[in-house]
């Protein structure tokens, strides 16, 4: 019995020893163990492993689109957004509208500052906004970024108005004119003209400094800037079309009187691109008694296919179908309001203009099959396009920035997100000036 109990204690002992022993062969095991963990938790120290960012819906980057034409030998270039940025008032008076969304996203100081994030990332010459009613504190936000700019706000209690602005460095005001056309009739809405002469040699344009509108070596530095927000009450077709026609007159007097500058006319027109008031732009003349007057924009058309779930994926409408088939009975008065005479009913434009998107080739997940984005506006009860910059021939679509796919904006809810900071997305184009200056080589 107790020769056990000693042979247990030297057994223990010779264990104890063997421990202590940092030659021995299982010591050495562990040893190399520890200082592999120690070594591994050094690296971790020093070079954190970096967090996995969660995908947030609708958060994708948007894409150029280029014109398949070669524009490369066209020097004198500009960038134009049109923006309808959501009036801070807007949102109160609409909430029905953004129920989906979070109250952080809807606040406008977290607001205005992603979208002058996602402007500076295109770098735009111009901007043209639409539901403007914090002018001021926008003006100095862009003012550090080196714009300048002009604001109309609406007549009436409405607080929101159209802005446009430039970069100085690269343009300057010649000439301003705003339409306000409650004086026509056509209620509290407004639109803005401004006739930009470039500037400046980040511009490569060699202006002369002569401001003379008759002066024909300032002519192709020239540019005619149009900005509007229409009336959004779809049932009031005919006045959508009286201010349509008034800034396309305005528009083409102030370019007969300059000497024809080229054009851009942007803005929200609250019409789809199947509508009467599309074709309207985009041809000579419009017969308004093919067109009900409550369908004029196309917006409650639209409006009855979304609510049926009967959207067409190839964009086309059956508004222009019915207009070949039907004559429509229009009030003296509505005439009146839509050609700005009486028995005007074969409205006229003067003016020959283009959507920039439809002449750069596009993606099918974001356009339709004229060219134009699916959707620009996204709130609980729209989805759809009802925002265009237009332009005149001398002036070549370079370049447009894609919209998003339809999918991607149903993963949001809706308009506005924790990246974009409006229920509309923004239209960017950058232009060259057919009649501009070329490169060296090209002239040779």
């Known amino acids: 019995m107790v020769s056990a109990e000693v042979d247990s204690g030297a057994g223990r002992f010779r264990r104890w020893e063997r421990r202590r022993d940092p030659e021995h062969p299982r010591n050495l095991k562990r040893i190399r163990e520890r200082d592999d963990h120690r070594q591994a938790h050094r690296f971790h120290l020093e070079f954190p492993r970096k967090k996995k960012r969660m995908r947030v819906a609708g958060c994708s980057h948007r894409k150029w689109a ?14 134009i957004v049109s923006y309808n940025i959501l009036g801070d008032e807007n949102v109160s008076k609409h909430s029905d509208l953004y129920s989906n969304v979070p109250p952080e996203h809807l606040c406008w100081e977290k607001r205005k500052n992603r979208i002058c994030k996602e402007l500076r990332s295109c770098n735009p010459s111009i901007l043209c906004f639409q539901e403007v009613d914090h002018y001021d504190e926008l003006a100095d936000l862009l003012h550090k970024d080196g714009y300048t700019g002009v604001y109309k706000g609406r007549t009436g209690c409405t607080r929101d108005g159209c802005a446009i602005f430039w970069k100085e460095e690269r343009f300057s005001l010649l000439y301003e004119e705003n339409i306000e056309y409650q004086k026509y009739g056509l209620r509290d809405n407004v639109a803005q003209l401004c006739l930009l002469q470039g500037s400046g040699d980040d511009s490569n344009h060699s202006t002369t400094g002569n401001t003379n509108p008759s002066s024909a070596g300032c002519r192709n530095m020239m540019l005619l800037v149009g900005n509007i927000h229409v009336l959004f009450n779809p049932n009031r077709g005919d006045v959508k079309l009286g201010q349509i026609r008034l800034l396309l007159e305005r528009a083409n007097t102030i370019s007969q009187n300059w000497g024809n500058p080229s054009m851009v006319i942007c803005g929200d027109l609250n019409s789809i691109p199947q509508s009467a008031i599309y074709q309207f732009i985009s041809s000579p003349e419009l017969d308004i008694l093919k067109y009900e007057r409550k369908k004029v924009s196309g917006q409650i058309e639209l409006q009855s296919r979304i609510e049926r779930h009967t ?12 207009g070949k088939l039907l004559r429509y009975s229009w009030s003296d008065e509505e005439i009146c309001i839509a050609g700005g005479k009486r028995d005007c009913t074969l409205l006229q434009n003067p003016l020959k203009l283009s959507s920039a998107y439809t002449g750069v080739p596009g993606n099918l997940r974001t356009r339709d099959r004229n060219g134009e984005p699916l959707v620009t506006s996204f709130h609980s009860k729209f989805m759809g396009t009802v925002d265009y910059i237009w332009h005149s021939s001398d002036l070549l679509p370079v370049r447009v920035l894609e919209t998003l796919p339809i999918n991607e904006l149903k993963e949001l809810g809706c308009l506005p997100c924790e990246k974009w900071g409006s229920d509309h997305l923004s239209l960017v184009c950058e232009f060259a000036f057919a009649n501009g200056t070329k490169s060296e080589q090209d002239s040779l």
Not at 311 to 322: A, E, R, T, V, W
């Open 311 to 322: 959207s067409y994926k190839d964009g086309s409408s059956s508004i222009s179908c019915m």
């Open 66 to 79: 280029y014109s398949p034409c070669d524009l490369s030998s066209y020097n004198d270039r500009f960038i």
